[in-house]
């Protein structure tokens, strides 16, 4: 199965300190990419970070940083210095060059505290 | 202009009427989507247009129907539905259709009495 797994429903962080948000992914494709999106309370969906997967190196986005690990088939997310803003659900996303689908995780809803 | 557009944001309908969503984009992009998404849970896709063509239904109801005009524009076109089909309603756009990064539009938040 070309599944998304997000295993971490909830989680809390305190402000101005790190936090990692987990995913792994299942595939057999060669080509794909990988994102994070964020979608607030507002519900605007919005894209964080993208990652091609013939790309070794890891993306990042300001406070937003990548580990791809692409034999392990895991891409986690890792946001410094969180602010109250960065309270949303976290989805991790894999795109499929072959069908044009997006395949989604089951999200994280991250609440950063103040 | 890097925005999807949709309206209207908010939609109470009664289960015997007919409505429309419109969502409309101007960055040139090729492909063009619905999602629907419950509270708390993941986007549902239900169409892909790509270069004006229907190429994905994920086996959606028929009181759902999906029309792209042009290039900018497409349409969710709503007859006789239930009230699970409640739900906000997302449009996205991409630049080729590729599984590459989509553009979100802000929602349709619809209920159904």
């Known amino acids: 199965a070309q599944t998304v797994t997000q295993s971490q429903p909830e989680m809390s962080v305190q402000e101005a300190e790190t936090v990692t948000l987990s995913c792994t992914y299942d595939t057999s494709e060669n080509n794909y990419y990988l994102f994070w999106y964020k979608q607030p309370p507002s519900r605007q969906m919005i894209l964080v970070i993208r990652?091609?997967?013939?790309?070794?190196q890891n993306a990042t986005e300001n406070r937003f940083s990548v580990n791809f690990q692409k034999a392990a088939k895991s891409f986690s997310l890792k946001i410094s210095d969180s602010q109250l803003g960065d309270t949303a659900m976290y989805f991790c996303v894999r795109g499929s060059s072959n069908t044009g689908k997006l395949i989604f995780g089951q999200g994280t809803t991250l609440q950063v505290k103040p | 202009d890097t925005e999807v557009t949709q309206t209207p944001k908010h939609l109470v309908m009664g289960m015997t009427n007919k409505k429309s969503l419109k969502c409309e984009q101007h960055m040139g992009h090729r492909a063009m989507y619905w999602y629907k998404q419950k509270a708390k849970k993941p986007p549902e896709l239900m169409f892909v247009?790509?270069?004006?063509?229907?190429?994905i239904n994920e086996s959606v109801p028929s009181r759902f129907s999906p029309e792209c005009p042009n290039s900018s524009l497409l349409n969710l076109h709503l007859h006789a539905l239930q009230p699970e089909d409640s739900a906000l309603y997302l449009c996205?756009?991409?630049?080729?259709?590729?599984?590459?990064?989509?553009?979100f539009g802000s929602g349709t938040q619809l209920s159904v009495l």
């Open positions: 996205a756009s991409s630049r080729m259709g590729q599984g590459e990064k989509l553009f």
């Open positions: 990652q091609e997967a013939y790309k070794q």
């Open positions: 247009y790509s270069y004006e063509k229907l190429s």
